[in-house]
């Protein structure tokens, strides 16, 4: 059955998108609650995370990526994965394995282990040229507050490495990075960082509904959000197309224009 089309609502490009992502967090979903899910929301479907390191403890992933691949949704893996394996000195390892799973998306951050700027771009360079990249700026740690001129040049020297989209980190919790340990946004960092980038070239983590509604009622229905969990993403999409009373108001400026 189609979609009823009797009302006026917000435009939403069509997949493959650039701008108006979201960005699902998988942290040990069924092969079968992932075809149940997708029948019921895959419209709104735009990539899929495994959770931090949940794909190398998970049985069937690759039954996973393969079920994911045939509903034509990229997988990346947490990026938390990548940075054991730099701290093991394993990233050969962790690349031909990605490899071999048939990966076409990979997340370097540097949230947990200390890397060097350098070593970092360099690594997104080297990945770059096999994969498209999506790189994270941010600490996960809550009690750490970063200047928002790091973050800048963090994200333009990460976009000119070759990253796709830079994710600013919020965590699972979204109580760390672009929001406050209370889950606040720190508006004062996000306006530093789209003043100086378009907020199409960034991938704000909000798992929280109030994050949610703060950035969609600043930057438009097409931002793009990240961590977003599987069962929030009907939910999400109304807040999009103003069918919920948060944002309400984008339906009567759409039908008013």
């Known amino acids: 059955m189609s979609s009823p089309s009797f009302l006026t609502l917000p435009s939403r490009p069509d997949k493959p998108r650039e701008s108006g992502l979201t960005h699902v967090l998988d942290k040990g979903l069924t092969l079968t609650q992932i075809e149940e899910w997708y029948a019921t929301c895959g419209d709104y479907v735009d990539i899929v995370k495994l959770g931090w390191g949940t794909s190398y403890v998970t049985r069937n992933l690759r039954e996973k990526v393969a079920l994911y691949q045939s509903l034509d949704v990229p997988v990346v893996l947490g990026g938390t994965l990548l940075e054991v394996a730099i701290s093991q000195g394993k990233v050969d390892e962790y690349r031909r394995w990605v490899t071999d799973l048939g990966l076409t998306h990979v997340e370097v951050s540097d949230g947990i282990v200390e890397m060097a700027q350098d070593d970092k771009l360099e690594l997104i360079r080297s990945l770059a040229t096999e994969f498209?990249?999506?790189?994270?700026?941010g600490s996960k740690d809550s009690t750490a507050v970063v200047a928002p001129y790091r973050w800048v040049q963090a994200i333009m020297a990460e976009l000119e490495a070759g990253s796709w989209k830079v994710i600013t980190e919020a965590r699972e919790s979204g109580t760390a990075g672009i929001f406050r340990p209370d889950g606040e946004v720190r508006q004062g960092l996000v306006d530093e960082l789209v003043h100086y980038f378009e907020h199409s070239r960034l991938l704000f983590e909000a798992p929280q509904k109030a994050q949610q509604v703060w950035f969609i009622k600043q930057f438009g229905v097409n931002v793009n959000l990240g961590n977003i969990p599987p069962d929030e993403v009907i939910a999400l999409e109304t807040l999009r197309l103003g069918l919920r009373a948060?944002?309400?108001?984008?339906?009567?400026?759409?039908?008013?224009?």
């Open 132 to 137: 498209t990249v999506l790189s994270e700026v």
């Open 246 to 257: 948060d944002t309400l108001g984008i339906v009567n400026e759409v039908a008013e224009a």
